[in-house]
């Protein structure tokens, strides 16, 4: 777990056998790189960038210092992703900005390979349309190889994206 990381450079590990997630990027974590990597049999979240518990850093007095911005996840094999719980995500992307998911094979994973802007567990509703309101924008996900996804529950996908993709106001 990597909090308030700046410029850290994981290249060509292996995170396997591992519990809740293989590795986690957040609060306020800047210029990270997570390249060549294997991330495998993990029982929850292959990787995790950014945050969900606070969408909007600046209502609280925080600045700019607090988001996640500018990392990369790149050429990665993640596999056999939530083999105990079964809503894991092979990368979970939350609140982060100019941050690039890219070129990663993703398969065999028990839900959907990449999730990005699930925030309080809902997209907004017309009857809510803030409820997942924050600070998330500018990020690429692109050219990644995702198959066997969905292999223990359903209503997910190759990439899911749930909320704003932007930047929104409260």
Not at 36 to 64: C, K, M, T
Not at 154 to 161: K, Q, R, S, T, V
Request: hydrophobic share 30%; aromatic share 8%; glycine share 10%.
């Amino acid at each position: 777990s990597f909090k308030a990381a700046d410029r850290v450079k994981l290249v060509r590990n292996r995170f396997e056998h591992l519990g809740a997630a293989g590795l986690l990027i957040h609060y306020g974590s800047h210029h990270n790189r997570v390249e060549g990597n294997v991330f495998a049999d993990i029982s929850g979240i292959g990787v995790q960038l950014g945050d969900s518990s606070d969408p909007h850093p600046s209502y609280v007095n925080a600045d700019e210092r607090e988001t996640c911005a500018n990392n990369t996840i790149s050429n990665n094999l993640i596999h056999h992703i939530g083999q105990e719980y079964h809503g894991a995500v092979g990368i979970m992307v939350f609140t982060t900005q100019h941050s690039q998911i890219k070129n990663n094979e993703i398969h065999d994973v028990s839900y959907t390979g990449i999730s990005s802007g699930a925030l309080n567990g809902h997209a907004a509703t017309p009857t809510n349309p803030d409820a997942t309101t924050s600070v998330n924008s500018d990020n690429e996900i692109s050219n990644n190889l995702i198959y066997r996804y969905l292999m223990a529950l359903g209503d997910g996908g190759a990439i899911y994206l749930e909320g704003h993709q932007f930047e929104t106001p409260r």
